[in-house]
């Protein structure tokens, strides 16, 4: 198993254990990122009528989600790891 497939294995071990996940809008984000030295996020691209970015990252114990139209611009040093699709229960 390589490096990134265990670390988002592990964000999303985490979102099980913690059974929260914080859903932010795509400049909170970004914003989260920006306090990360190095941040990991996992992103899946789909969309049934129009094209969506999902994006999911952990910061401080806390699993961080955002959707977006558009791809978002990740900070340099940004570990990514794309996965086929991110399912968010809905609340």
Do not use: W
């Not at 984000?29 to 306090?35: G, P």
């Not at 990991?40 to 094209?51: A, C, K």
């Not at 969506?52 to 806390?62: A, D, I, M």
């Amino acid at each position: 198993m390589s490096a990134g497939a265990v670390a988002a294995a592990a964000v999303a071990n985490a979102i099980k254990a913690s059974g929260v996940l914080v859903s932010v809008t795509p400049e909170d984000f970004a914003a989260i990122l920006r306090r990360t030295e190095r941040p990991l996020v996992v992103t899946s691209e789909g969309g049934f009528f129009s094209t969506s970015y999902k994006y999911l990252t952990s910061y401080k114990g806390l699993a961080f989600y955002a959707k977006s139209r558009v791809p978002l611009v990740l900070p340099a040093g940004t570990e990514i790891v794309r996965a086929k699709g991110i399912s968010i229960p809905q609340l």
